[in-house]
Structure formats: structure tokens, C-alpha cells
């Protein structure tokens, strides 16, 4: 494991994010014990691994989201394009350094209709080209399209989803994390997000997913890492990962 | 029932039956103009409830500020000393520096009392009972300060009374409700319409996922205090117009009822401010009007108790969901 913390920090002068050796906690108790990982333009990288190993508390923490809900740094490194992320407030590193997260359970705002949600989320942006995007998202979730003007609380759980990502969309970011995006999607529609994804990343947006199926993520990841218990203890290509037998049967069910 | 009562003062024996029915007009009108007062504070109570889930106790206190605010200024813009302004100018110039002021001093409340507990993430209890605390400072600072003498709101308006089918109505009841409908409409459009509203409800639904909008959370809770004072100081002003003799405690009683009607209306929804301090004022006033005076507050509150029993949230209130 030392190793391949040590190969990983020399590839990280041109990182899009980079990691650096990440100590995190809520209150005394640590969930990430120095961490470092990275992050290539226009890559789809996975971070998988068991209930608890620390998955969203590093995407929180990587946003910069503020207590209690959120880890709080006590050592380590976070950078973007270079720049330490450490005393960016969250809706900076929206705002500036185009980064934004679809949270793990959604969080869409329930009380405001579909297209109010959409159009909150084109906040930082000019009225001008927020249409095109509009036109974009309803392309990819037509579903959404449908339900406009309904207020979100009374979408099904996979609309919500839907809704979810196309608000990180909306929001105009380059890099866009996601946490269990697949979470209470039917398999058909399962495969029908990763497929969107793989359009978004193939246009140009840098993907990094948390997923609890991980087969499917490694499948469409060019890279991976496995966490367990604050730690990271295996990286590698999606394929090589699926390759090694210790880890399909610790975290991948066989 | 307007049309009504013209109906019933035209005919010749006016005093036999028109009496009652103009008495009882006569004592709405008061019941809208006292109801504008509690709608204008319930709505700063409402709109940071709504907003924050925080019930802010001081806030009866920044409408006392509000009105010592004006009393201040406008003495300023009339003393002699100073720009020795006419009175309509100095109403005029009045009453923006009053609502521009009184915002600034709930957006300080909020920037130095409320803000570093809600970064400690402390639970909410810990920030109602610093807003109560704030309330008493605004209070006893003032009486310290200004010392016990009431202050007198110098005259701004000159004062109207128009006589309509037997019922007095002055210039400045008819300005003081309509300022309430005006704001209530102004602010109505704001939440639902423009995109900061659109914010604020959003806050009261997820606060977490605001930022991820890239949508600064702290920017949004000003503006709901600014707002929210800003209202309150508007509603201080023509209090102290109406009623021109200031206290310190001037805001306590009123505040509280003020957040009573709030509640009665259903807290965190503007419409159920709106009609929970018109509901208040009319059942204050109409047992005034037709029991003894001690009463008024027994039999209102009492009123308001069964109210609440029928409909624990309130009139407008939904059960925790679909807040401002
Ligand atoms: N808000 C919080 N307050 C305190 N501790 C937390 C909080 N959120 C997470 N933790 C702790 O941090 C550790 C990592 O949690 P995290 O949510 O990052 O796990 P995860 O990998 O996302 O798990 P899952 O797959 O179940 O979503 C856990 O031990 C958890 O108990
Ligand atoms: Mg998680």
C-alpha cells in the first residue's frame, strides 16, 4: 500500500484534483487517516469500498462543506488546478473552480418544481446560454422534461436522481461528484445513468463516482480506488482492479 | 359590508339601527389598522422562521428600534440645526433611511450573535435563547442610553379624518393598511417569483444543498433579515406616526403577540402572517369593543388557543413541509 501512495504523489504536478496524504473528522473521531489520491482531466474515477470505509465523507470533504454534516481537515492537502481548496468556501469551488457534488440521498429541493430547481442551479451563470443547457438536460432526462412544472417532492425516486444530476449539469461545472448516483434506480434505469455519464464524460466533464455497485462503476471507470476504513488500499484501472481476486471478494460480493 | 352599511345610514332613522352596524365598521377599520402592525412584524418572525427554523425573539425589539429609529431621523431632518427640511420632504427622506437602518441593525444582530453559533453548528435551542438575550439588550441598551423619558414622534402628516357613510377614517389608518397589503404583495412576489426567494425557499428545504448551487448560504440569510427588519423598522415608523409616544418596551408585548398571530397563522408561511395579525387585531379589538377592557387579552388569547388546538400548525401551517 505504502508504495503505491509513494507512485501516486509523483504524478501530481499536473493533476486536475490531487490528495495529498488527508487527515479528516467529524469532531475528535478521524473517518479519513491520510488519504491521496488524483484526479486527470476528463477521467471517470471510481472510489469504492465497504459501508463506513469514508467514500462521502472524502467527496464532502473535497467540497469544502461546512460542519456538522461535513468532515473538517486537520492535515493533508486539497488541490484544484493547482490551487489549495482548504479555505475556499463550497460555493466557491462551485463558482470558481467549476466543481460541484450530487449528494448521497439527493438533497433536491422538494418544495420547488423541477424547472426551479434547474434554474436555481444556474446561479453563477448569465440568463443567455442557462437555455441551451436547459435543452441538454431535458435531452438526456426527458422525464424531466415532462414533469417541469411539478414540485419535486412528488417525483419518483429515480426522477429524483435524474433530476439530482441534471442540476450538477445545470450548474455548468467541469468536474462533477457523485454519490451513489445509482441509489434506488431500477437496474434498467441503473444502467441507464452510467450510460449518461459515459456521454457527459465522453464531451468533456471529469467524473469522479462513488457507487455501491461496483462492478458497474469499474466497468465504466478508466481508474479506481478501494477504501476501507479511512484508508486507501487499492488503485489501479478498472479492469485490474476487477483482475484481483482479494478485492472482488472483500468489496465487490465475489 | 361596506355597501351594506351605506344601505343602512341612508334611510331616515339612522340612529335606531344604522348605530351598531357603524360601531361595528368603525371598529374594523381600527382592527385593520391594528392588524397591520401585528402582519408587519409577524412577517419578519415568518420569513426567518421559514427561512432559518430559528424563531427570532428579538425581533419584536427591532421594531422598537425601528420606531426610535425614525424619531431620530426625522428629528433630525426637521431640527432647525440641521437641514431644517419641510415635513413632507422630511417623511419622505424618513422613511427609507428607516427601513434601510433598521435592516442594517438585524443584519448586525445576525452577523455578530447568530452567525458564529450556526458556524459552531450549535443545536437551535442555543440560538432562540441568544435571540431572547438580544432582545433584552436592544431593550435595557436602550433604556440605558435614551433613559426613561418617552420620546414624541414629531408630527410628519397632516392628519385627515374623511367621513364615509358615518364611519371616521383618517389619512393615515388608510396609509398604514395599505403599506401592510403593499408589503405583503411586494413580498409575496418576492419568495415566489424572483430567484433570491426562490433561494430562501430553497434554504428552508435543504441548507445543505445550497452551496453545491454555488450559492452563498450567508449571502441568502442576510437578505431574509434585511427583509424581515427592514419590515419590522417600516411597521416601528407608522406605529410611532399612530401612536407617537416610544418606550423601550414598546416592542415586547407587541413583538410577542405579533409572533403569536405568526403562529396562529401557521409560522414560516407569509400568508398565515398576514392573516394571523389581521385575526388577532380584530378578535383584540372586538372584545375590547364589547366587554370590559381587562378582558381583551384573556378572551384573545383564549380564542387563539382554540385555534390552535383544532390546527396545532396553524392556519396555513403544514405539518414541517412546505415552509414560506
Ligand atoms: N455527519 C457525521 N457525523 C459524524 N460522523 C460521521 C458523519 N458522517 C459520517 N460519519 C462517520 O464517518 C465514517 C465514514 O462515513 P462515510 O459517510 O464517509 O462512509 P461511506 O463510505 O460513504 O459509507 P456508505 O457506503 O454507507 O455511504 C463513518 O464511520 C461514519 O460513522
Ligand atoms: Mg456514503
Redesign the pocket.
Known sequence: MDTTVRDLSQKQGSALISVENLHAG??K?E?LHGISFHVEQGEIVTLI??????????LKALMRLAP??S?TVTSGEIRCKGQSLLNVEPHNVVDRFKMTLVP?GRHIFGNLTVMENLHLAAWTRKNEDTRKSLDHIFGLFPRLAERARQRSDTLSGGEQQMLAVGRALMTNCSVILLD?PSMGLAPVLMYDMFRTLKRLNDSGLTIVV?E?NARLALEVADRGYV?DT?EIVAEGSGEELMRRPEIMEAYLGG | MLSLSGLWSLPCNPTASAQPMEQFIQQCVNALQWGSFYALIALGYTLVYGVLRLINFAHGDIFMVGAYISFFVSTFFLSSSGPALSRDLALALTIPCTVVLTSGVGVTLERIAYRPLRRKGVHRLYVVITALMCGLVLENGNLALLGASRKALPDLLDKHIYMISGIAVTNLKLIVICTALLVFFALHFIVTRSRIGMAMRAVAWDEFALPLMGIPLDRVIVFTFMLGSGIAGLGGMLFAMSYPVLDPYMGAMTGWKAFIAAVVGGIGDIRGAFVGGFLLAFVEIMVAAFLPSTFRDLFAFSILLLILWKRPTGIFGMPMSTKI
Open positions: 467529524y469532531g473521531i473517518a469500498g465497504s459501508n463506513g470505509a469514508g467514500k462521502s465523507s472524502t456538522p454534516e468532515p448521497e451513489e462513488v455501491q477504501l479511512g
